[in-house]
C-alpha cells in the first residue's frame, strides 16, 4: 500500500521536525538563569570604507552581547548589496566562513586586519555618506538591521 507508506514516511518527517523545534525550545530556554540566560545583541561602531574601483568592499562593526548565552552570527544579507560573505582573517589570507561566534557577555569584533564583512554587488555605486543596510541574522538573536555609513577609506570608529 503506497499510500500508507508515503503518510507513515510523513508521519516521521513530522516527528522529526517535532523533536527538533523541542530541542531549540530547550536550547533557547535552557541554562537554568532564566532571562540572564539569553542573548541580548547591539550592533555599535559599523562602517564601510569607500570600496575602490571594483565595488568590492569590507564592512566592519562590533556586535555585543549583554546576554548570559552565546550566540552566532549566521548571515548577513543586504537590499543595496547581492552577496554579503563573513570572511575570517588569518596571519596571511582570509577565508569566507559559515558563522561567526558571539561569546556570552563579549562581543564580536569585526574590524581592520581582523574578521570582516565581505560586500559585493552593490546596486548601485556607493559614495561617502551612503548608507547600506545590513541584515544581521543570528542562532538565537534573530535579525538585526544596521544602516551602515560609507566613511573615508582612512575611517577610524572613535576617530
Ligand atoms: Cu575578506
Request: net charge neutral; glycine share 16%.
Amino acid at each position: 500500500m503506497p499510500g500508507f507508506r508515503r503518510t507513515a514516511l510523513a508521519g516521521a518527517a513530522l516527528a522529526t521536525a517535532l523533536t527538533a523545534g523541542a530541542i531549540l525550545v530547550a536550547c533557547g530556554g535552557g541554562g537554568g538563569g532564566g532571562a540572564a540566560a539569553g542573548v541580548k545583541l547591539s550592533v555599535a561602531d559599523s562602517y564601510i570604507p569607500l570600496p575602490a574601483g571594483d565595488g568590492m568592499a569590507a564592512g566592519y562593526l562590533t556586535v555585543r552581547n549583554t546576554g548570559g548565552a552565546a550566540d552566532k552570527l549566521l548571515k548577513v544579507s543586504s537590499p543595496g548589496a547581492q552577496s554579503v560573505t563573513l570572511h575570517r582573517s588569518t596571519d596571511t589570507t582570509m577565508q569566507e566562513v559559515d558563522s561567526l561566534p558571539v561569546p556570552a557577555g563579549g562581543s564580536l569584533e569585526l574590524a581592520r586586519g581582523g574578521n570582516h564583512l565581505m560586500i559585493m554587488g552593490w546596486a548601485k555605486p556607493p559614495a561617502l555618506g551612503d548608507k547600506l543596510e545590513l541584515d544581521l541574522t543570528f542562532q538565537h538573536g534573530g535579525t538585526i538591521a544596521v544602516q551602515v555609513p560609507v566613511e573615508p577609506l582612512t575611517y577610524r570608529p572613535g576617530s
